[in-house]
Structure formats: C-alpha cells, structure tokens
C-alpha cells in the first residue's frame, strides 16, 4: 500500500521590521522550510508592497513542488486587529487581501486562511500553544494583551508611533536623537549616543564630538562643531519616515553596555513603560505573560530589567523568538 503524501501547514509572522514564513508538516512534525522577507505591518506597508513581501517569504519557505499540498495557512500581523473586532477590521482586511494576492501568485490554493493580529500568534508560540493569559510585543511598537480562548479580549498600549507604543524600540529610537540634539544645544548633558546617532546618521566625522564625549568629563566638543552637528542632524531625520527613528534602538543598547549614563537611563524608562503597558491589565499571579519583539525575545535587551519589574506581580514570563510557532499552531487549528 503505497504512503500518502503528507500535507502541510504555513505560518507567517508579519511584523513592523521583517516578514518570515514557516512551512511545517500538518500532522505535527518538523518544520521543512524557512522564508524571510521586508516588513509586513498591515497599516503602514503599501498594499503591493505586502503583498510582494509575503510572497517572496512564502517563497522562500515552501518549495514549489510541495505548494499543491499546503491545506492551511495562518499569518499574524502588526497592524492587523484580532478575530473579535469583526473580519471588516481594516488591518485585517488589507493583511487578507495581500496575502490572497500573495498566496495566488504562488499556485498556493489552501482550504483554510486564516487572518489573525501579531498578538494572537505572538501567544500561540508559547509552548504547549495556550489559550488563556497575557502577552507583550515590544519591537518597533509596544503592546499588551489580555488573552482568552486564544482571543484577545483587553488590550494595553499599541497606539502607535505618533501617539503611543511607550517603550518600543520607536520611542527608544527617539529618545536617543533628542537627548544627542539636547546634548548639542547644551539642554541636556553630555552623552556618547551623541556620536552613535551621528554616525547611524550619516554625518561627517568632523562635526561628531571627540571619542570619549559623554564617557569622560575632559573631552571637549567646540561649540562650532555643536552647531554643525544639529544643523546636518535633523535634515537627516527629517528626510526620513518617522518610524526609522526605531533604527536607533540598537545604538542605545550598545551604548548602554558601555555604561552610557544617559543609554542606561533610557532603557531603564523603556522597561518601566513596558511594565506599566502590562500591569494596566490586571495581571492574576502565575499567570503566563508570553513576550517577544527585538527587544524581549530571548536575550533580548529589555527581557532582564522588565521581569525584574514585573516581579512583585508574580507573573510567568516566557519570551519567545518570534509569532511564527504561534501562526503554524493556529493553522493547523483552522485546518480542522
């Protein structure tokens, strides 16, 4: 009696920096196929540019002699609202058109889309892929929520660049630049990401303040260099989207290591934001709070001060790399 060909799930995890898909065998076995490709959000990524995102990704993942026997696919997105605002929700619907687009394009012709927020996988990528509890992702943006029958029935932060996200490498990111400018202007105190941002940003090493500015209280920045320095940074920033301000994030934290009074200060208002986005949902002791984003997955650079804050609330914190676990789970739920 000849085998029967398995059949195969595909998880996506859409999110604000980077797109990666997960081809898996349905019955629970290993993961066959990876994919990565440029940013997935719903709401801020053009509709034929995610929809060539999640393509490339899905791409990448399953090879094409294996894309007849795809029968679900689950992808979470940032941008996307969850199951409970209704399938109108507008990041839902413009994550659904683009990955139907995407999946066409490939020959993909699965039985069972589903269409889910970043939170919702986010949660399923915890082991044993629980139902009930909390999550946080903190990345570009930062948000919390309250987890129930794998639905999310309160949500904490999320706001957005322009309004909210505390926490996130987006307001890390601009903590940075306005604390070099303040630097600059003499309104804020000597700090080394001064030189970090600067060289993130392209400007000439001659308006960049003398190695050790910040870290040592003898080196001099001339006041003409100062002004020269501001004058090439902002039309820098400027000249890009908002949201580019998240690419900074990184130099806190190795300026940060560096011991970086001003660095460690900022990531240190970085972890209280993130606690209080958390604590806003009445958390219940032992509850599991399921974390992931660049800046809590494990390793990650806010992971160790955050459960230090969270402590008194006696919540289990479990980080994980990415939604991706979580979209497989939940498509081989829609499947059946």
Same mark, same amino acid.
């Given at each position: 009696?000849?085998?029967?060909?398995?059949?195969?799930?595909?998880?996506?995890?859409?999110?604000?920096?980077?797109?990666?898909?997960?081809?898996?065998?349905?019955?629970?076995?290993?993961?066959?196929?990876e994919?990565?490709?440029?940013?997935?959000?719903?709401l801020?990524?053009?509709?034929?540019?995610?929809?060539?995102?999640?393509?490339?990704?899905v791409a990448h993942?399953?090879?094409?002699?294996?894309?007849?026997?795809?029968?679900?696919?689950?992808?979470?997105?940032?941008?996307?609202?969850?199951?409970?605002?209704? @399938?109108?929700?507008?990041?839902?619907?413009?994550?659904?058109?683009?990955?139907?687009?995407?999946?066409? +394009?490939?020959?993909?012709?699965?039985?069972?889309?589903?269409?889910?927020?970043?939170?919702?996988?986010?949660?399923?990528?915890?082991?044993?892929?629980?139902?009930?509890?909390?999550?946080?992702?903190?990345?570009?943006?930062?948000?919390?929520?309250?987890?129930?029958g794998?639905?999310?029935?309160?949500?904490?932060?999320?706001?957005?660049?322009l309004?909210?996200?505390?926490?996130?490498?987006?307001?890390?990111?601009r903590?940075?630049?306005r604390?070099a400018?303040?630097?600059?202007?003499?309104?804020?105190?000597?700090?080394?990401?001064?030189?970090?941002?600067?060289?993130?940003?392209?400007?000439?090493?001659?308006?960049?303040?003398?190695?050790?500015?910040?870290?040592?209280?003898?080196?001099?920045?001339?006041?003409?260099?100062?002004?020269a320095?501001?004058?090439?940074?902002?039309?820098?920033?400027?000249? +890009?989207?908002?949201?580019?301000?998240?690419?900074?994030?990184?130099?806190?934290?190795?300026?940060?290591?560096?011991?970086?009074?001003?660095a460690? +200060?900022?990531?240190?208002?970085?972890?209280?934001?993130?606690?209080?986005?958390?604590a806003?949902?009445?958390?219940?002791?032992g509850?599991?709070?399921?974390?992931?984003?660049?800046?809590?997955?494990?390793?990650g650079?806010l992971?160790?001060?955050?459960?230090?804050?969270? @402590?008194?609330?006696?919540?289990?914190?479990?980080?994980?790399?990415?939604?991706?676990?979580?979209a497989?789970?939940?498509?081989?739920?829609?499947?059946?």
């Amino acid at each position: 009696m000849a085998e029967t060909a398995p059949a195969y799930v595909v998880g996506i995890d859409a999110g604000g920096t980077r797109t990666r898909a997960v081809l898996a065998e349905l019955d629970g076995g290993r993961v066959r196929g990876e994919g990565a490709a440029g940013p997935g959000n719903a709401l801020t990524v053009p509709g034929p540019s995610l929809a060539d995102h999640l393509a490339e990704a899905v791409a990448h993942a399953v090879p094409e002699e294996l894309r007849g026997r795809v029968v679900a696919v689950a992808g979470g997105f940032a941008g996307a609202g969850h199951r409970a605002q209704g @399938a109108d929700e507008p990041g839902r619907l413009r994550a659904r058109a683009a990955l139907t687009a995407a999946l066409a +394009r490939l020959g993909v012709t699965a039985a069972s889309v589903g269409v889910h927020s970043d939170i919702e996988t986010t949660f399923a990528a915890a082991p044993g892929h629980p139902a009930d509890g909390l999550v946080l992702v903190a990345g570009t943006g930062a948000v919390a929520a309250r987890i129930a029958g794998r639905v999310p029935t309160a949500t904490s932060g999320g706001d957005g660049w322009l309004l909210g996200d505390d926490g996130g490498g987006f307001w890390i990111g601009r903590a940075a630049v306005r604390a070099a400018l303040r630097a600059a202007d003499g309104r804020g105190v000597p700090t080394a990401l001064v030189r970090a941002v600067g060289r993130d940003l392209g400007l000439p090493e001659e308006v960049l303040p003398p190695e050790g500015y910040g870290l040592t209280g003898a080196t001099v920045w001339s006041a003409e260099r100062r002004t020269a320095y501001r004058a090439g940074l902002l039309p820098a920033v400027m000249d +890009r989207p908002p949201v580019r301000l998240a690419d900074h994030a990184p130099v806190v934290v190795r300026t940060a290591e560096e011991r970086d009074a001003v660095a460690v +200060r900022i990531l240190q208002e970085a972890a209280r934001h993130l606690a209080e986005t958390v604590a806003a949902l009445a958390p219940r002791p032992g509850e599991p709070l399921v974390a992931t984003g660049g800046l809590l997955a494990p390793d990650g650079p806010l992971l160790s001060p955050l459960t230090e804050r969270l @402590a008194p609330l006696g919540l289990t914190v479990t980080p994980v790399a990415d939604g991706s676990p979580g979209a497989v789970a939940l498509a081989r739920l829609g499947r059946f």
